[in-house]
């Protein structure tokens, strides 16, 4: 095991003088949604389980799969033509055999149960019942990823050889688009302005100090009579937004757009419009797969050497799968490491890799990177990290409560 702390060269991010690229992908995005549903499932897995079993078994859902429907909105309703469906597809332990009794897990109506509450907690216009079609095709694991699972041993041995990785703090433009979306999707503003749905994508710029956000954001039909009604409800996200932004981010200069792809003249109702029934774009095409969207962090960050990972989190089991756990810890380790050092570390970025086999707290390779503040003396920098870096490792099983009760942030 390594852990290593390294004094960075690099600028903090926004002193970097180079145009920032940030995106988040709100609750009701079709990737999203599938991420939501991997990950209920998982959790839900994790409790029938234990609730029965005393113990977590393999599983790993993080294949989930939402296949668009169609739908033809127009101002004021619409019609569903054909509903959206949603594919719980992976492994998951679904008989054990205890004291030589063969015990039955019903892994698929769990599975489709968490899937209708998802959607149900996530969209107010969209009825799984009735929009949507749930199933799954859950299979047993192969025997030497379940060996490695359940290995007897008290720390969890690394199923993977891979790695996650993490940062902190967020920059303006990062703090920006990840409150944004929060803030539409939240039921303040929804009780506001009913005509937002849930299916909400914020892309954001930064060039200097100069913020420029495009939102796009699926409006509902039923809640939107006319041209008019549309345009007024544009107004009332962007103005929202402008506020939200004067709050946060002060010192920026900030630009808002709201659906940019729409094609209408003033007055003429024909023309196109981001319009939907359901408040996503699942309803009419859009398809989603876990892993597309946000990482860990929930942002999608390009630029500026933030470091990023194709590993999706939603899903994976959070006993042993370290592509999901160390995504988690890495986030985790930079946050409290900006936090614990008062200002002494401007900017932490951390990747843990793994080696299959191998106990979860023990990282093959453990690479903290800090921006350090002028003046610090880096050798208690470096010791702080250390230990912070540890502590969270060893504190595996404070990760998997909260993760299994959804109190930790994976998409």
Same mark, same amino acid.
């Given at each position: 095991?390594?852990?290593? !702390?390294?004094?960075?060269?690099?600028?903090?991010?926004?002193?970097?003088?180079?145009?920032? /690229?940030?995106?988040?992908?709100?609750?009701?995005?079709?990737?999203?949604?599938?991420?939501?549903? &991997?990950?209920?499932?998982?959790? @839900?897995?994790?409790?029938?389980?234990? $609730?029965?079993?005393?113990? !977590?078994?393999?599983?790993?859902?993080?294949?989930?799969?939402? =296949?668009?429907? /169609?739908?033809?909105?127009?101002?004021?309703?619409?019609?569903?033509? $054909?509903?959206?469906?949603?594919? &719980?597809?992976?492994?998951?332990?679904?008989?054990?055999?205890?004291?030589?009794?063969?015990?039955? =897990?019903?892994?698929?109506?769990?599975? =489709?149960?968490?899937?209708? %509450?998802?959607?149900?907690?996530?969209?107010?216009?969209?009825?799984?019942?009735?929009?949507?079609?749930?199933?799954?095709?859950?299979?047993?694991?192969?025997?030497?990823?379940?060996? !490695?699972?359940?290995?007897?041993?008290?720390?969890?041995?690394? %199923?993977?050889t891979s790695f996650g990785v993490g940062?902190?703090?967020?920059?303006?433009? @990062?703090?920006?688009?990840?409150e944004t979306e929060l803030m539409l999707? +939240?039921?303040?503003?929804?009780?506001?302005?009913?005509?937002?749905?849930?299916?909400?994508?914020?892309?954001?710029?930064?060039?200097?100090?100069?913020?420029?956000?495009?939102?796009?954001?699926?409006?509902?039909?039923?809640?939107?009579?006319?041209?008019?009604?549309?345009? %007024?409800?544009?107004?009332?996200?962007?103005?929202?937004?402008?506020?939200?932004?004067?709050?946060?981010?002060?010192?920026?200069?900030?630009?808002?757009?709201?659906? *940019?792809?729409?094609?209408?003249?003033?007055?003429? #109702?024909?023309?196109?419009?981001?319009?939907? =029934? *359901?408040?996503?774009? &699942?309803?009419?095409?859009?398809? +989603?797969?876990?892993?597309?969207g946000n990482r860990a962090s929930g942002?999608?960050?390009? *630029?500026?050497?933030?470091?990023?990972?194709?590993? &999706?989190?939603?899903?994976?089991?959070?006993?042993?799968?370290?592509?999901?756990?160390?995504?988690?810890?890495?986030?985790?380790?930079?946050?409290?490491?900006?936090?614990?050092?008062?200002?002494?570390?401007?900017?932490?970025?951390?990747?843990?890799?793994?080696?299959?086999?191998?106990?979860?707290?023990?990282?093959?390779?453990?690479?903290? @990177?800090?921006?350090?503040?002028? %003046?610090? @003396?880096?050798?208690?920098? #470096?010791?702080?990290?250390?230990?912070?870096?540890?502590?969270?490792?060893?504190?595996?099983?404070?990760?998997?409560?909260?993760?299994?009760?959804?109190?930790?942030?994976?998409?």
């Open positions: 095991m390594a852990l290593k !702390v390294t004094k960075s060269i690099r600028p903090p991010i926004e002193e970097s003088g180079a145009p920032e /690229i940030c995106e988040r992908k709100g609750k009701g995005h079709p990737d999203s949604v599938a991420d939501e549903c &991997a990950e209920a499932v998982s959790r @839900e897995l994790c409790n029938y389980y234990s $609730e029965h079993f005393g113990q !977590v078994f393999h599983h790993n859902v993080d294949k989930y799969a939402l =296949i668009g429907g /169609i739908a033809k909105p127009k101002f004021g309703g619409g019609d569903i033509i $054909e509903p959206q469906k949603l594919l &719980a597809i992976g492994r998951a332990t679904d008989q054990v055999m205890i004291d030589g009794k063969l015990h039955y =897990i019903p892994v698929g109506p769990i599975a =489709i149960k968490a899937a209708r %509450n998802v959607i149900k907690k996530t969209f107010r216009n969209l009825n799984p019942d009735v929009d949507c079609i749930i199933d799954h095709v859950l299979r047993p694991g192969s025997i030497d990823l379940v060996g !490695v699972f359940d290995a007897g041993t008290q720390i969890p041995l690394a %199923n993977d940062y902190a703090p967020y920059s303006d433009a @990062e703090k920006i688009t990840l999707n +939240g039921d303040s503003f929804k009780d506001k302005c009913p005509g937002s749905g849930e299916d909400i994508k914020v892309m954001t710029h930064r060039i200097g100090k100069d913020v420029n956000v495009t939102i796009c954001n699926a409006m509902v039909s039923k809640f939107i009579e006319d041209q008019s009604a549309y345009i %007024n409800s544009i107004d009332m996200i962007k103005s929202s937004v402008k506020d939200l932004a004067a709050k946060i981010i002060p010192d920026k200069n900030v630009t808002v757009n709201v659906n *940019t792809g729409d094609i209408y003249e003033e007055g003429k #109702e024909d023309g196109v419009y981001f319009l939907t =029934i *359901t408040g996503t774009s &699942a309803e009419n095409g859009d398809d +989603g797969i876990v892993g597309r942002l999608i960050t390009p *630029t500026n050497g933030r470091p990023q990972t194709l590993e &999706a989190a939603a899903g994976k089991n959070p006993i042993n799968h370290v592509g999901k756990i160390y995504s988690l810890m890495a986030n985790q380790i930079a946050s409290k490491i900006v936090e614990e050092s008062g200002g002494d570390a401007k900017e932490v970025y951390v990747r843990l890799l793994s080696q299959i086999g191998h106990p979860i707290n023990e990282p093959w390779l453990g690479d903290i @990177e800090i921006i350090p503040a002028s %003046n610090v @003396e880096f050798s208690s920098l #470096e010791k702080l990290a250390l230990d912070i870096a540890q502590n969270t490792l060893d504190d595996w099983m404070d990760l998997r409560k909260r993760t299994i009760a959804g109190q930790v942030r994976v998409w």
